[in-house]
């Protein structure tokens, strides 16, 4: 090169190709995850994580990449991409990100870079030289994502100046220097475990060696050093943007100790003070400012649908309720005994609660008078002598939210007062019902008996109390409702929860008795009374000469959406607190429940609630399990332990046997109340809607 043309040369500024950034989708997933479940309201920055590539054909633009791995340090990168460390910001509002001191932030991360050049902390770890900084907004409900890029780069005071042209290596050295060279660098990222990134080439002794920067000081003779790094730029002229933060620490540390920096493409500069720093990307419009991505129409609609429907629940544990337990909820298995109006609504009740897993039972159909109140079903059902209820809500529920988990399963529950019969077909044919029912409540966690008859609700009773299973119940009459919680028989391994079982206390058949004094302000839950037990006769056939008003139940619209709700919410809450069905319930006069000490995070967890819509009032009552309850009394259940199907068949066809076996009998003797008794099968308030 002649004079001229060095002086030439020597004018000219180096200059580099900046960043351009790639962001997997994978990224904008995993970025969605970790704002819902993890950072929520939390705008603090965070370190992420990306990786850059020095492989790329000719023409690509250097590309700074981030992927789902990003928030994971201990996830190694790709073959023949290097490391680099950077700072998200993800701000909770539109507003906030752009009115953002985007300088200030900018000026953050170039004091880190900084310090951690001054400080040696580069040299030890070079990735920390590519630092970058993220600034997003996630939209959750339209899957919108702004963003914008920094790749801080230091700048020295007057600029590089560039002493000789870039130049292809060949043309350098000879072929034997570069196969030298080569085989110097896979040797070192042999020892290193990875690819250097920036790294030191050593020629002493006519011995190529590629070390690490750490090694400065192993060199005897400086003057025989050549800087290296890994480059993704693809362009002959310039070198990419990695390489202006490792001059500035070549500048930092080395440069009093060298009369001159030999390197594949750049050279060295000086810098006392933490230099001016600029690295914003432009946009799409070569602009300096936000890019955005729409995701909406290229993620999964069905892992979409699984997001949204969670977004209100997880939005109430970020500021509202952080120590709600959702997966308790989301993994509890619902089965539905009735699938009319109180079962469509709290079957979407479930389903805003995060439920992922429910089944209905039903043995009828949709009729023409359906549509209107039960809100799973439509005209179309009711035509051809209607659908089957159950597989229909089922199919219903499926279409409102595809990740849910559910079945409809056609069956008749066998019933007290219904007689059987005596012929072997008619026998096995309960007997198969039974067991079906039986093996659907062994299956699932809770129990909802919604069903229109008070007769329908025993048989589910008597085998949940056996299995210890929650059981809510709801039922409607004109203008009230009833919305209740079985107690829990205590655990047949353990006495029940704040208990210890009494020296007289026995098993017999596996259903376990206590006596213990019993606080009436606060009844524990294995002391709730069920359904039953404020009845003191055996359930009857209710639909047997009764008019039609009678035998469906005429109740006020909009009753069965309170009724639906409040046992859904009820369940919740039992799930919620810590001693789940055996949580104890508060009886107290007036309002002053109202004051007590709550024992859940939701609240209070009642026995009953009572409504009456006429006066737009409810009562929390609480009742103690009466010992002759025909359902769950430890008699009735001992015998269905020890009988099984020839214990339940006896109380389908003789109406008196579970009142003799109960004791009812004598007591209506001893009361001299018969007359009076026979007439509360009557009441309205045992009935629900479908």
């Not at 580069?122 to 890029?149: E, G, M, N, V």
């Not at 359904?531 to 006020?556: E, H, I, K, M």
Request: glycine share 6%; charged share 25%; proline share 6%.
């Amino acid at each position: 090169m002649s004079s001229q043309e060095k002086t030439d040369a020597s004018q000219q500024q180096l200059q580099f190709a900046p960043f351009s950034s790639a962001l997997d989708v994978g990224f904008w997933h995993k970025l969605t995850q970790k704002k819902l479940n993890e950072y929520k309201l939390d705008d603090r920055p965070k370190d992420i994580y990306g990786y850059y590539y020095n492989g790329d054909p000719d023409g690509l633009p250097c590309r700074l990449c981030l992927e789902f791995n990003a928030f994971d340090q201990s996830e190694t990168t790709p073959p023949h991409c290097y490391s680099s460390r950077g700072t998200l910001v993800n701000f909770n509002t539109l507003d906030a990100f752009k009115t953002c001191d985007k300088k200030a932030l900018l000026d953050v991360t170039a004091e880190k870079l900084w310090d951690d050049i001054r400080q040696d902390s580069a040299i030890q770890d070079p990735s920390l030289l590519s630092r970058f900084l993220l600034l997003t907004f996630a939209d959750l409900k339209k899957y919108h994502y702004c963003y914008w890029f920094a790749f801080p780069a230091l700048l020295a005071p007057e600029g590089i100046q560039l002493i000789h042209p870039p130049q292809r290596l060949d043309k350098d050295m000879n072929q034997e220097k570069i196969a030298a060279l080569e085989a110097a660098y896979d040797t070192a990222s042999e020892s290193l475990g990875q690819d250097p990134a920036f790294f030191l080439i050593s020629t002493e002794d006519e011995r190529t060696a590629v070390l690490p920067l750490t090694a400065w000081d192993q060199i005897t003779d400086k003057s025989k050093v050549i800087f290296g790094y890994a480059d993704p730029c693809t362009l002959d002229q310039y070198p990419g943007w990695p390489l202006r933060n490792f001059l500035c620490l070549i500048s930092c540390h080395w440069a009093s100790q060298l009369e001159q920096v030999t390197v594949i493409c750049f050279r060295d500069r000086t810098r006392e003070a933490c230099p001016k720093c600029v690295g914003w990307e432009k946009n799409q419009r070569n602009k300096l400012g936000a890019r955005k991505v729409d995701l909406s129409s290229s993620m999964d609609p069905t892992r979409l649908a699984e997001t949204s429907v969670d977004l209100n629940l997880k939005l109430m544990r970020w500021r509202l309720m952080p120590s709600l337990d959702l997966d308790k909820v989301s993994q509890t298995r619902c089965l539905l005994l009735g699938s009319g109006t109180l079962g469509c609504n709290v079957a979407r009740c479930l389903l805003g609660w995060g439920v992922r897993n429910i089944t209905f039972v039903d043995n009828s159909t949709v009729s023409y008078s359906n549509p209107v109140r039960q809100s799973l079903f439509e005209f179309e059902d009711s035509l051809g002598g209607g659908k089957p209820k159950a597989q229909t809500a089922a199919e219903k529920i499926q279409k409102i939210f595809p990740g849910v988990k559910t079945k409809g399963i056609s069956l008749s529950i066998p019933m007290p007062g219904h007689a059987v019969g005596t012929s072997d077909e008619a026998i096995q044919q309960t007997r198969e019902s039974v067991q079906r029912l039986e093996e659907l409540i062994d299956e699932h966690d809770v129990l909802f008996l919604l069903m229109d008859t008070r007769e329908s609700r025993w048989l589910p009773t008597v085998i949940a109390g056996s299995k210890r299973k929650i059981v809510m119940n709801a039922a409607l009459g004109f203008d009230t409702y009833l919305v209740l919680r079985h107690g829990m028989k205590p655990p047949r391994d353990q006495p029940p929860p704040d208990q210890t079982p009494s020296s007289s206390s026995e098993a017999v058949g596996g259903a376990a008795c206590f006596t213990s004094s019993i606080n009436l302000s606060h009844i524990p839950g294995d002391k709730l009374g069920c359904y039953f037990c404020n009845d003191v006769v055996a359930p009857g056939d209710s639909t047997r000469d009764r008019t039609l008003d009678q035998q469906c139940t005429v109740s006020r619209p909009g009753l069965s959406m309170v009724a639906a709700a409040l046992v859904v919410e009820l369940m919740v809450s039992i799930l919620q607190h810590s001693q789940g069905g055996y949580a104890a319930a508060e009886t107290s006069a007036k309002d002053s429940h109202l004051t007590v000490d709550l024992t859940s995070p939701l609240g209070l967890v009642p026995h009953q609630i009572r409504g009456f819509l006429a006066r737009y009032h409810c009562v929390l009552p609480a009742s103690i399990c009466f010992d002759k309850c025909t359902a769950c009394s430890d008699i009735v259940l001992v015998s269905y332990e020890r009988d099984g199907f020839d214990f339940l068949l006896k109380v389908f066809n003789e109406p008196r046997f579970v009142e003799d076996l109960t004791g009812l009998s004598q007591l209506h003797q001893d009361s001299e109340l018969v007359e009076i008794l026979d007439f509360s099968d009557d009441e309205t308030m045992s009935s629900s809607s479908q």
